[in-house]
């Protein structure tokens, strides 16, 4: 019988009415699993920009200074008085964090599907996967191949059933290639591998050279540097070659997402054999899935009238798309691990240090080609 701790060591975030930001350890009572339900201990969660959104939400981590708490470690930042409006419906509330991870189920309940995976290596999605374990219902695990390296079982959900579901989006709404943009991250380099085993012509939009060169090494065939003056043209050349009519943007704030629409309606009149007032008739259409600019998104309708801007999230996608979907996103993920959906990290930590004041600036900066992994039993 595997031995258990009473307590279960957790990361918390809270927001407090008085504008501060609060994130520290507390040891809670360790879980015990209903019949459907699996206690697993966590040895890999990876911190994407979505657990980042709620680690550290609109606080100013300028003023994050580094403190503790019944001999844990805390940071403490101040929230101004926007980040309080965008965060008013979680003051107060002490959230846990991490949307998903990888590690061994312990115990589990009494149901037949739960007991078949004690002792078995899974990944996990669900939140709250910043702590040394986790009690999860069953269908929120996915079993992985025996001798699966936990690090290559942590990233099995948010950045490989996302890009999945770029592609599941294109063919649903009867697009025929995809814009990307940040696409130098580890979600857009899976994002390459997935559309040239599939055939579908691909626009990477990077902001440097040395993702361009990233990106490059993967074979990518359309790479578009943002900071580059002739951007614009680059891009509508890019466009008018794959006939991309549908974008992805991590961006959120700025220009960018109104650019796409604009390069797309610039190769689509060039379609176009009468002229128009309307512009043309191709539907063009931009999800915004990230927000690594928190600013506003800004507009220049230079793009007819046959366009939409909207928000994408994985979740609704995955009820949308049904379980027939979905369970083959999953079965691609897996057979797929170690090649297409391989996640690469640059550090790994503990829960303590990753409550280190320089760590965590490290690791909120968001840079490419640094990801990092807490070992949450280290």
Known sequence: MTYLPETNLVMV???KPEGQLEVYLERRP????????????????PINPSDL?????GADMSTARAGTRDGLPMITADVPPPGMRAMGGRIGDALLIGNEGCGVVVAAGSNPEAQALVGKTVALLGGEMYAEYRCV???????????????????????PLTSLAFTETMRMENHSAIVHT????????????????DGIPLVNIVRSDAQVEILKGIG???????????????????????????????????????????????AAVKRMTNYSRYGSDTFKQVYIYGALDLGPTVLNRSFGLTWSLSGFLLTPFMAKAGMEVVGRMRKRV????????????????????????????AYNAKRTGEKYLIRPNA
Request: net charge negative; charged share 15%.
């Open 137 to 159: 219902p069953v269908q929120m695990t996915m079993a992985l191949p025996q001798g699966t390296d936990p690090v290559d079982g942590a990233s099995c959900f948010v950045n």
């Open 53 to 57: 959104g709620l680690l550290f939400g």
């Open 182 to 197: 940040a696409a130098a991250s580890n979600l857009g380099q899976m994002l390459v591998k997935i559309c040239a085993k």
């Open 334 to 361: 897996v057979d797929e691990l170690t090649t297409t959906f391989k996640s690469n990290y640059s550090h790994e930590i503990s829960l303590t240090e990753a409550l280190s004041l320089d760590t965590a600036h």
């Open 220 to 266: 990518a065939q359309h790479i578009v540097n943002s900071s580059a003056d002739d951007f614009q043209d680059k891009l509508v050349d890019a466009i008018v070659e794959t006939g991309a009519t549908l974008g992805f943007d991590a961006i959120g704030g700025g220009k960018l997402a109104g650019q796409i629409l604009s390069a797309m309606e610039v």
């Open 13 to 15: 975030t809270l927001v």
């Open 30 to 45: 360790m879980p015990e699993p209903k019949p459907h339900e699996v206690l697993v201990k966590v040895l890999t969660t």
